[in-house]
């Protein structure tokens, strides 16, 4: 059965930093990764998708690689700011196309 | 491009009504799927279609539940009889079949049960 787990669960950082989030999946039969944002009490909005043939993707301040082997993905963000602040939910797709989510991490940017 | 919708996007019941949500996927997604989210914990998959067929259900889904998508384009999800454990955010996505797979989600539906 699939697993995915997130560290940390929660994380506090001053403005500027640059942050890696950690996403890890017990069964490397993936077919690709996706990362979300989820503001409090609003849905999921889409960040970055990894194919399970790439190994990372890139958008603006935010970097994801993705290794299948070892069943890790890690999340980059760079330059943060308070606006990042949110909860960021890793989730891979099976073949049978349902995406299985982690927990989240919680992250507070601060002024 | 509206993006995927969800109406009502909150509902308060009381226990032992039925509820039903609806979703309204990308206009060309054909795929489109429903997951069930209580709070700190992430998004549980509930089942998808593909057009009009149900293609996958999860064991989450109880026989009070039911989801149709009758012309492959909105979707409903019923809940009848519902219990307090039910209460939860209702989250919608659609995917185009063949790019990706990549999901869009909607706003959810935040359903308390009294």
New interface residues.
Partial sequence: KQE?TQIPAALSVPEGENLVLNCSFTDSAI??L?W?RQDP??????LL?I?SSQREQTSGRLNASLDKSSGRSTLYIAASQPGDSATY?C?V?LG?????????TRLQVFP | DTG?S?DPRHKITKRGQNVTFRCDPISEHN?L?W?RQTL??????LT?FQNEAQ??K?RLLSDRFSAERPKGSFSTLEIQRTEQGDSAMY?C?SSLEGY?????????T?LTVT
């Fill in positions: 995915v077919y690709n996706q979300f009490g609003k849905g999921l909005t889409s998708l194919q939910l989730a797709r049978t196309d349902k995406l299985i989510f982690g927990t989240g | 995927v969800q795929r799927y997951y700190g914990q992430g998004p549980e998959f998808y293609l996958e999860s989250l996505a990706a797979y990549e999901q869009y989600f909607g706003p959810g935040r």
